[in-house]
């Protein structure tokens, strides 16, 4: 039997963990994240595929792509998150659980990254807890997707 399938989307500047601000986002690298994510997702069951863009429509596109295809998302969707109506209605299309993830702790952080538009369409949100706050939305999906 196939396994359910997870999407792990990250938005801009993501790409740049590792050297970008280390004191706020941590040394690991996205790659890094991508591999710990993989072994996880295998672990639990799950199906995954790991994606990055720095450009608004790509994560439009792999939002919308997940209806009818994904079990769940997982969103990392970086400054966006802050700004974007845009990935808010594409989580809506998609109908798809979302569990949004921040490395950092974005209550603790600048007054304009305190509101998600992506909120608004998660399940729930996970941030403070750095990288690990993949493998925490990983155990947060594969749970909801049993229980459905
Ligand atoms: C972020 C928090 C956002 O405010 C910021 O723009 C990012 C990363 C995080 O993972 O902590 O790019 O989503």
């Avoid at 295998?42 to 997940?66: K, P, T």
């Avoid at 997982?74 to 400054?79: F, S, V």
């Avoid at 989580?91 to 509101?115: G, K, Y």
């Avoid at 949100?125 to 155990?139: E, K, N, P, Q, R």
Wanted: with cysteine.
């Amino acid at each position: 039997m196939a396994k359910p399938l997870v999407l792990i989307v990250n938005g801009p500047n993501l790409n740049m963990l590792g050297k970008r601000q280390p004191e706020v986002y941590g040394h690991q690298t996205l790659a890094d994240i991508e591999t710990a994510a993989a072994a996880h997702a295998e672990s639990l069951g799950l199906d995954m595929e790991f994606h990055q863009s720095n450009h608004e429509g790509d994560l439009v596109d792999w939002i919308q792509g997940a209806r009818g295809r994904a079990a769940g998302i997982i969103l990392n969707a970086g400054a966006y998150t802050h700004t974007s109506v845009a990935l808010l209605d594409a989580l809506n299309a998609a109908e798809v659980v979302c569990v949004e993830v921040h490395l950092s702790n974005i209550h603790q952080r600048e007054e304009f990254r305190h509101h998600s538009f992506v909120s608004k369409a998660a399940k729930g949100m996970i941030c403070g807890f750095g990288s690990h706050g993949y493998i925490l939305a990983l155990d947060a999906l594969a749970r909801l997707i049993k229980e459905s």
